[in-house]
């Protein structure tokens, strides 16, 4: 069970933070190495998510869950370190924690059509 001291998820509660501020504020200094990292290879995760939530441009998708679609989709198809199911369970984590009614949902579902596309292929 995750806790709010585990310092995985702190970490990507972190990067969650500073994607989400990226979305406003592109100059910013970034301060999460993992942020870093993912704003370094955003055009790869925007293009997964594109093709996971075709339905969904990414100008309308929340910018929150966006933040969090960004790190999931970067640690589930670029980095490959943890099973899949956990980051897919780590990001619906986070979207009920800092999420609308429906972002857990919806994060799940677009993670779904990534790990059809990347897992079971």
Do not use: C
């Not at 996971?52 to 960004?70: C, F, G, T, V």
């Not at 949902?105 to 897992?119: D, Q």
């Amino acid at each position: 069970m995750k806790t709010a001291s585990d310092p995985r998820h702190l970490r990507r509660r972190k990067a969650v933070s500073y994607l989400f501020r990226y979305t406003f504020a592109k100059d910013q200094e970034m301060q999460s190495e993992l942020a870093e990292e993912i704003i370094k290879k955003l055009a790869k995760v925007d293009k997964v998510i594109k093709t996971s939530a075709p339905d969904w441009p990414l100008e309308q998708i929340n910018k929150i869950d966006l933040a969090i679609l960004r790190l999931a989709v970067y640690e589930l198809v670029l980095v490959k370190t943890e099973p899949p199911k956990v980051l897919i369970d780590e990001a619906v984590e986070l979207a009920k924690e800092f999420g609308g009614e429906n972002s857990s949902s919806f994060i799940n579902g677009v993670l779904g059509s990534v790990y059809k596309a990347h897992y079971e292929s």
